[in-house]
């Protein structure tokens, strides 16, 4: 089978602009406290901020008077002032207020972008594209992370190459070699690649060390001598912009991703446990629930940022190698690969014939 029909150059998908009419998760909600939060999201400067209420706002991080950064000023009521002259902005990023203003002058009518911004599922999700398109798209739904039956643990990855990178390395789980110290899991094979509008999905069967069917077995986190490996279905799905994973009836794991620029990345990889197994659960008191939901929050960090390590490595060395010779064709069998190089390609298009 040859796996570049159609498949577009690499020097169009290492460079592929990122569609941005999607919700882009930049922070975790425990991130931003008082103090407003520079974050970057393919290229943009963006300054969150909590108003007096809590709710969160978004803006272009650049004052209007002279460039810097209002994400160095502070909040005062529900407005975002700049440090440097004390210039204020409302959350749609009229300027409100300037302190030294005299009574024959008047406010000059600046404006800086405001985003819609949302604070949902733990995370802050900011849409870059058309903001009147942001209502009918959907934020990814991770209901996991408030429900009680499930311990969610989540690890920040930050590295140095376009995100066709990462998402490859989770749609490729041919490179369990690479974690096989670590036995998230092992002996992939690919059974099943589907794709549609916007999504891309792959099914393997892998084997998988870890099962949580009894109380006890968690003890298989720590005791590696305890697992004993047995088969199940691996199925890995990248729904344009992020993707998230199923392995075995346990374990659910997602990735967020919110690309910098053409270069770097960020993105929250946020890993589920079901406690299925305890069949009794629900009968406990919600708060003993809860209470055990918070106690075991990000139990499972340390392995995650293991794991991403690694992968970290291999997706930096595989942009040093692109920027080094962007002509040279790269080998691959595995047609997963291609699937999701077209998808990234088609976003890119999409978003450039609708912007
Ligand atoms: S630079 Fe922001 S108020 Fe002057
Ligand atoms: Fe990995």
New binding site residues.
């Given amino acids: 089978m040859n796996q570049s029909v159609g498949v577009p150059r690499p020097e169009v998908i290492r460079t592929a602009p990122l569609n941005l009419n999607h919700w882009y998760a930049v922070a975790l909600s425990s991130e931003l406290k008082k103090k407003p939060l520079a974050v970057q999201l393919w290229h943009q400067d963006i300054v969150i901020f909590r108003n007096q209420g809590g709710d969160v706002q978004a803006l272009e991080n650049r004052?209007p008077?002279?460039?810097?950064k209002?994400s160095s000023g502070y909040v005062q009521g529900n407005e975002i002032v700049?440090?440097?002259?004390?210039?204020k902005f409302d959350h749609q990023g009229y300027c409100t207020d300037i302190p030294y203003l005299n009574e024959r002058q008047q406010l000059p009518p600046c404006r800086i972008r405001s985003y819609p911004v949302q604070e949902k599922h733990g995370f802050i999700w900011v849409f870059p594209g058309d903001p009147n398109r942001a209502l009918h798209v959907p934020i990814p739904d991770l209901f996991e992370w408030e429900h009680l039956n499930y311990v969610v643990s989540v690890a920040p990855l930050h590295f140095q190459a376009h995100f066709s990178f990462l998402v490859e390395n989770l749609m490729d789980m041919y490179h369990g070699h690479l974690h096989r110290h670590f036995q998230p899991w092992g002996n992939a094979i690919l059974r099943k690649k589907s794709a549609g509008p916007g999504w891309v999905e792959a099914e393997y069967q892998a084997e998988c060390y870890f099962q949580i069917n009894r109380p006890w077995s968690v003890i298989q986190l720590f005791i590696p001598q305890l697992r004993r490996p047995f088969l199940t279905s691996l199925i890995v799905r990248y729904e344009y912009p992020h993707w998230h994973s199923w392995l075995g009836n346990d374990f659910r794991l997602y990735c967020l991703i919110a690309p910098v620029n053409v270069t770097e990345t960020r993105a929250y990889l946020v890993h589920t446990v079901s406690l299925g197994a305890f069949r009794d659960l629900h009968r406990l008191p919600v708060w003993f629930r809860r209470w055990v939901k918070n106690r075991c929050f990000n139990a499972a960090r340390g392995f995650l940022q293991g794991l991403l390590r690694e992968d970290i490595l291999m997706m930096e060395q595989e942009q040093q190698a692109y920027s080094q010779n962007p002509k040279r064709r790269n080998w691959e069998i595995n047609p997963v690969i291609g699937s999701v190089q077209k998808l990234v390609y088609q976003q890119a298009q999409l978003y450039s014939t609708n912007d």
């Fill in positions: 004052c008077h002279r460039g810097v209002l700049c440090v440097y002259h004390g210039w």
